[in-house]
């Protein structure tokens, strides 16, 4: 089953199969294909944390994320813009999506003050005053050159009650009709809309019918991976990626553990981004397909085999357990690098593992292994 | 003029030119051969700092140099022996020249105690207490698998009366027979005599001749780079190479910045070690054909073109003055590798251009040029 749906001049989605309710296919962009399901590592402040764009690629990933609430304070959207737009600026040729500051910025808590406008909040970095609105979230989107735009959200902060969330939503419908007009037509780049809601069937349902009212390339699921665990998660996508026109990409935003992107892609979900990779490779935690492995612990400083002996990864190649917990207690940067590098390359395997899975129909049988190896834990000591 | 002189069974130097007291030739040991004058970045903890070992090969680095005090103490000597010897341990398999601890124990100035027998220390790390001697600092390099071996000596502290020197370097005379009786036969492996005398002719010849008496695969200068300012340096090696066999490298420790090393192999140096490129990489310091550069300095942040436009390393190829600024400013991690590289690389760079330079006997014209070039400073701001 090979099923295209032109989205734009350049920009395109196929399903090539489904199982179930996952999907496998392909994003076509002007800038490359990216791969579905997909994992985007994410490239912060221009730059995925101690990788070389050359080894993100080698990885397997087809696609990164910006922040632009990050870039636009540093070193700002004019100046990457005056430099060429970001791919030229961090060495990144495939396709980039960047969020809409929206989630960074309603973090800033007692730092900003929301209206109907926008948002006014202070710098983290020199306490200067900035405003995002849909019309600049947008604007600060093209000047970096991004591939994939996302609508400016409010993503209200839990616990929340469902009259906050409905209000919460409401507002965020009208700034994505906002974001829509200022995006205007931009053949060979995307604009994805956000469904909110929070764990409410009605809202999500209310939710996405604006949004297919105003009509986007790409679908994001909001307001969820922030705290409300993986069970009302899993409540949520049992449905709301069905809400969704199932001939345009769906993103699960900020997704996640292994098991969360293994859940999510069974409910049908195309795309993911996440920091866990890269973040928890910092501070020596490796994941393997025996789950999580903490590599400061003692156990592993006299262990001479990888972590992971069957990864084809640089760091398994290479190094052993021994090495990494030494250099990981040395404080050296390249314990960083070797673990942020082999994080990265298990997410990419495995999501060609489920994108191999679903086309030839067996992922729940994928599903039932990963969960048992998973469950089995880290190797033995030797 | 090629003229191979064997050291061991698998351990030999061949000049293949000179021009003046300059000399090109190779090293060969059974890890692969070493193109002298050599420049080997220092992997003080088991890694070149922020750089993956197969990158620090592309830079064109054909050994390294490991510091035997801090893998002494992290994560001990027995430790990397039980785990395959250094070079597995961090994934290098070109040759390693080892320090003997030496000069790092004595500059821990208040923790130490100097004795006949050797040193005892309290480790930086834990304040748990070490002893070094000719003994153990040869065992400790043995059990690493350092293919290059160094004397334990004691290089005294600046500033010094005569007396203190002389005394220092008969001290360090007697630790070299040592070392060399706990050395033994090693086919395949070197072990190098280090030449103290601070800046006196008689007692640099009076070590020189010491050495010579006991016999070694190669001859290191110590006791320069230590303060004593570039003049008192080069006026030392205006005759203390002389003082050596011809036929053994010579290896002038801690040395240094482009202008230092241009100058010490004109005087007949072989072999440098320094850890300059990688940490004033780290600290925003990039070096060219023109200098040096402080890529935090604000007039690098508009800055479209890479550090030198004509060379070849990624960071050139691949990243603006204005990223490197930007990722520096933020932190990244990003920075250190990319600065590192490519001062790396330059520094390799300048090295094959010397070789060059000295086997088409043309050393001085190229020495006048880079000093042009250098006096000439960075390029102007856009």
Not at 123 to 141: A, F, N, Y
Not at 265 to 278: E, K
Not at 320 to 336: D, F, G, N, P, T
Request: charged share 20%; glycine share 10%; with cysteine.
């Amino acid at each position: 089953m090979t099923r295209t749906f032109g989205l734009t001049d350049t920009f395109g989605f196929t399903l090539s199969a489904t199982d179930g309710r996952a999907r496998t296919g392909v994003i076509q962009t002007p800038r490359g294909d990216i791969r579905t399901p997909a994992f985007m590592p994410v490239g912060t402040a221009a730059t995925v944390k101690a990788m070389l764009p050359g080894s993100v690629a080698a990885t397997g990933a087809d696609i990164l994320l910006g922040n632009t609430y990050h870039l636009m304070l540093r070193p700002s959207a004019e100046r990457i813009d005056r430099l060429g737009g970001l791919h030229r600026f961090m060495n990144w040729q495939k396709p980039i999506l960047t969020d809409s500051g929206g989630f960074q910025v309603m973090s800033l808590a007692g730092l900003r003050k929301l209206t109907e406008a926008g948002v006014t909040f202070k710098s983290h970095i020199d306490g200067s005053t900035h405003v995002l609105s849909p019309e600049r979230s947008i604007q600060i989107q093209k000047l970096l050159g991004s591939d994939i735009v996302m609508c400016f959200d409010e993503c209200p902060a839990l616990p929340a009650t469902e009259a906050e969330v409905a209000r919460s939503m409401a507002l965020s419908m009208r700034w994505a009709q906002r974001s829509r007009d200022a995006f205007g037509d931009r053949p060979g780049h995307a604009l994805f809309g956000i469904m909110q809601g929070g764990v409410t069937p009605d809202l999500r349902a209310e939710s996405a019918a604006a949004l297919r009212a105003i009509g986007f390339d790409g679908y994001a699921i909001g307001g969820l991976a922030v705290g409300e665990g993986q069970d009302a998660m899993f409540g949520v996508l049992d449905y709301a990626p069905g809400l969704l026109p199932v001939d345009k990409p769906r993103y699960l935003m900020g997704v996640g553990k292994p098991d969360d992107i293994v859940g999510a892609v069974a409910r049908g979900v195309d795309m993911m981004d996440c920091v866990l990779p890269s973040r928890s490779g910092r501070t020596g935690q490796g994941w393997t397909r025996w789950g999580q492995v903490n590599i400061r612990n003692a156990r592993h400083q006299d262990d001479p085999r990888p972590l992971d002996e069957d990864c084809t990864c640089p760091t398994c190649r290479g190094y052993s357990r021994a090495y990494l917990h030494h250099v990981l207690r040395s404080q050296e940067i390249i314990a960083s690098m070797l673990l942020t590098w082999h994080n990265l390359h298990y997410f990419q395997e495995l999501m060609q593992t489920l994108r191999d899975a679903i086309a030839a129909g067996r992922l729940s049988a994928f599903v039932a292994v990963f969960r048992d190896m998973q469950a089995r834990g880290d190797i033995e000591p030797l």
